[in-house]
T-cell receptor
Framework: GAVVSQHPSRVICKSGTSVKIECRSL??????MFWYRQFPKKSLMLMATSNEGSKATYEQGVEKDKFLINHASLTLSTLTVTSAHPEDSSFYIC?????????FGSGTQLSVL | AQSVTQPDIHITVSEGASLELRCNYSYGATPYLFWYVQSPGQGLQLLLK??????LVQGIKGFEAEFKRSQSSFNLRKPSVHWSDAAEYFC???????????????FGTGTRLTIIP
């Protein structure tokens, strides 16, 4: 199978700071990656679709200026949570598609103090 | 709009017992259907998927699921669970667009499976 690496696995930051989360496809090229957010005891919610070389497509209700997505290469997409607030605390997961299958990163637990 | 319902938030079964996790979906046509498993603090791993054809699909780790159009269900089953099966299980539906429905997946709220000795 394919491997998707997500880093960091856990981050704690102060309110008002920005946090960058990386998602890498280690052994395949991914023109499209997806970013999800998971609240405790809740489902995963698709935040945005990251497209290599173009702007990300955000789902309704997701603030694109707050959740900046950059997909500068075929193996890397980054999600930057800008001016983080405690309500942004959550588990963020990325995924990439290869041959019709989705491969997920191991997730990032963000805690904003 | 597509939606997924997993009515059981938490299920506890004894090791060696059989398992069935329920999933009901809402979609205008025949959807792509998926079951994923998530271990604590981890990403998701695909257990199995249904695209078309045989309505009983086999997955990894001894899991299977049956697509029943009349009931709008895609229940996950395993004849004999192992302690390592303890995890969170998510059912998901994908629209019949490009990329095998992987775009805009809609997930259920998950079922947490606990295994007791």
């Amino acid at each position: 199978g394919a491997v998707v690496s997500q880093h960091p696995s856990r981050v704690i930051c102060k309110s008002g700071t920005s946090v960058k989360i990386e998602c890498r496809s280690l052994d395949f090229q991914a023109t499209t990656m997806f970013w999800y957010r998971q609240f405790p005891k809740k489902s995963l919610m698709l935040m945005a679709t990251s497209n290599e070389g173009s702007k990300a497509t955000y789902e309704q209700g997701v603030e694109k200026d707050k959740f900046l997505i950059n997909h500068a290469s075929l193996t890397l997409s980054t999600l930057t949570v800008t001016s983080a607030h405690p309500e942004d605390s959550s588990f963020y997961i990325c995924s990439a598609s290869k041959a019709g299958k989705l491969f997920f990163g191991s997730g990032t637990q963000l805690s904003v103090l | 709009a597509q939606s997924v319902t997993q009515p059981d938030i938490h299920i506890t079964v004894s090791e060696g017992a059989s398992l069935e996790l329920r999933c009901n979906y809402s979609y205008g046509a025949t959807p792509y259907l998926f079951w994923y498993v998530q271990s604590p603090g981890q990403g998701l791993q695909l257990l199995l998927k249904y695209f078309s054809g045989d309505t009983l699909v086999q997955g990894i780790k001894g899991f299977e699921a049956e697509f029943k159009r009349s009931q709008s269900s895609f229940n996950l089953r395993k004849p004999s669970v192992h302690w390592s099966d303890a995890a969170e299980y998510f059912c998901a539906v994908g629209s019949r667009g490009s990329n095998f429905g992987n775009e805009k997946l809609t997930f259920g709220t998950g079922t947490r499976l606990t295994i007791i000795p």
